[in-house]
């Protein structure tokens, strides 16, 4: 079972590329993309212009990899939950409390994206739309396999499961908090058990 990730933890980032990454998160949550300068930036980080464009092209290219590094290891999450051991059941109730934990992990890198996200160039939107519907493509495998395999109720089609429950995922950052009643893994875990419990499969947990 894969162990729970902390903000920062799934990226091996060189030390100027992740003070840049960091100083722009704080800058776009307090201030928003529009109203933050790339000289604030680098201000923020302690580096130059020079240092900053070696690592990224421009602040749109800082914006989109501050949800891209949280994408991205979501994603290899996901393929090793997916094609771990374990029933279809099990594993797509693992990847659903998978999802829900790290996206409240890193909740402010999600909640400045999709913020912003409607700023990128149209290039770069085209860009992320494509990586979060490989990730979206994949967790749907998993509920067609059940779904073929008879565990999972196949009235409601596949890809509009998925489309249901990543709109509750992407509504997180509206209101969890995490000093809140409840943890990031116990949401993932009552966000899973009410995914299955939709589809007419038992609580794996039980």
């Not at 109203?35 to 604030?40: D, M, N, P, Y």
């Not at 059941?89 to 998978?98: C, K, M």
Request: proline share 3%.
């Amino acid at each position: 079972m894969l162990g729970c990730v902390t903000k920062g933890e799934h990226v091996k980032e060189e030390p100027v590329r992740r003070r840049l990454l960091a100083a722009a998160t704080r800058l776009f949550a307090e201030r928003g993309f529009e109203s933050t300068s790339v000289q604030e930036i680098v201000i923020a980080a302690g580096v130059t212009k020079g240092a900053m464009y070696h690592y990224f092209d421009s602040k749109d290219d800082l914006l989109h990899e501050i949800y891209a590094r949280v994408l991205r290891m979501q994603m290899e999450r996901l393929t090793q939950i997916a094609d771990g051991p374990g029933t279809v059941v099990e594993r797509l109730h693992a990847a659903a409390a998978d999802v829900v934990e790290t996206t409240t992990a890193n909740l402010d890198d999600s909640k400045i994206f999709f913020r912003s996200m409607h700023l990128l160039a149209p290039e770069t939107q085209k860009t992320v739309r494509a990586e979060r519907r490989r990730y979206h493509e994949r967790f749907r495998d998993l509920v067609a396999e059940g779904q073929r395999e008879g565990v999972l109720a196949a009235e409601v089609p596949a890809e509009l499961v998925v489309d249901f429950f990543f709109g509750s995922v992407h509504h997180l950052g509206s209101w969890f908090h995490a000093e809140g009643p409840l943890t990031g893994a116990q949401v993932g875990r009552h966000f899973a058990d009410l995914l299955l419990a939709s589809l007419g499969a038992g609580n794996p947990r039980e």
